[in-house]
């Protein structure tokens, strides 16, 4: 079971914003750890889209934002592509495991 | 340009050693500045991290693996390696490896910016 929780799926139009929630607790995002998010498009290695909570490397679109408030974290995609579609994971540290953990994974959709 | 690609058997007997290697290019694996990871996907679901190696002396392994891994590094050949043994169909999926980049402001924990492409191992007889 992992320490992260994330909705199993999301879907919206193009055009459209879509949010994916990541919770944790106090061992981990809760214990200041910083989030990191991924997208792995299928058949492919995953491909970090937000490090430390709220920032993109370099060539990410801007439609990519990430946040983190108490144990969780959130990642938003506005004006939603085709290409978006995808599985996104979050991925923090956890102190009483201590382990590198991610979370359970969203797929997202889109209509 | 930074590359990393896995290699070494993509099907292994039950009871038997998982032995991968990760070539990379592009960057020194005894750069004090990256470690260098293990994952694992099995087919349809998440990511596990599995272990690092830090300058191919220091390593994090899973808990829950602890007892069969080995990571090591030949720094020779610019690669590191995992070996798991007594392999189950459990240990059936894709095989990632990846750097650990560290934020340069001092935050925890490190994300994983460079990945290879993969490697399926089966474990079946």
């Known amino acids: 079971q992992s320490a992260l929780t994330q909705s199993p799926s999301v879907s919206g139009a193009p055009g459209q914003r879509v949010t994916i929630s990541c919770t944790g607790s106090s061992s981990n995002i809760g214990a200041g750890y910083d989030v990191h998010w991924y997208q792995q498009l299928p058949g492919t290695a995953p491909k970090v889209l937000i490090y430390?909570?709220?920032n993109r490397p370099s060539g990410v679109p801007d439609r990519f934002s990430g946040s983190k408030s108490g144990t969780s974290a959130s990642l938003a995609i506005s004006g939603l592509q085709a290409e978006d579609e995808a599985d996104y994971y979050c991925?923090?540290?956890?102190?009483?495991?201590?382990?590198?953990?991610f979370g359970t994974g969203t797929k997202v959709t889109v209509l | 340009q930074l590359q990393l690609q896995e290699s070494g058997s993509g099907l292994v007997e039950p009871s038997q050693t998982l032995s991968l290697t990760c070539a990379v290019s592009g960057v020194s694996i005894n750069n004090v500045d990256f470690s260098w990871s293990w994952f694992r996907q099995p087919p349809g679901k998440g990511l596990e991290w599995i272990g690092y190696?830090?300058?191919?002396?220091?390593?994090l392994y899973t808990p829950s693996l602890k007892s069969r891994l080995t990571i090591g590094a030949d720094l020779s050949k610019n690669q590191f390696s995992l070996n798991l043994t007594s392999v189950t169909a459990a240990d059936t999926a894709v095989y990632y490896c990846a750097r650990n980049q560290y934020d340069r402001r001092g935050k925890y924990p490190p994300y994983f910016d460079y990945w290879g492409q993969g490697i399926l191992v089966t474990v079946s007889s």
């Open positions: 190696i830090h300058q191919s002396a220091s390593t």
């Open positions: 991925q923090s540290y956890d102190s009483s495991l201590n382990i590198y953990v």
């Open positions: 430390s909570n709220n």
